[in-house]
């Protein structure tokens, strides 16, 4: 997870974690808690694309200005999950 001042605006990107998408089954993250209220959408990887190509439109969402971390759990195409991680805004 990566934070981004860029134009006035705060970006979250999830770039490193879409380079893994082929094991994924969903993002879950919340901004400034444990919540896990938000998805990241992204699709699964398709026939004749690199496993760790990264394939989205926009491989980050814009973030309140005020966000200062951002918690992540993966759900794993197994039907495993993540512990719960989170990233503070340098």
Request: glycine share 6%; hydrophobic share 35%.
């Amino acid at each position: 997870m990566s934070f981004r001042d860029f134009d006035g605006r705060l970006l979250l990107y999830f770039t490193q974690l879409l380079t893994q998408r082929a094991a994924l089954k969903e993002i879950r993250y919340s901004l400034d808690s444990e919540a896990l209220d938000k998805t990241f959408p992204f699709s699964p990887t398709k026939p004749g694309e690199g496993p760790c190509e990264v394939v989205v439109g926009i491989p980050y969402t814009e973030v309140p200005g005020t966000t200062k971390s951002v918690t992540v759990q993966l759900q794993f195409a197994d039907g495993t999950a993540s512990e719960k991680k989170t990233f503070t805004k340098q």
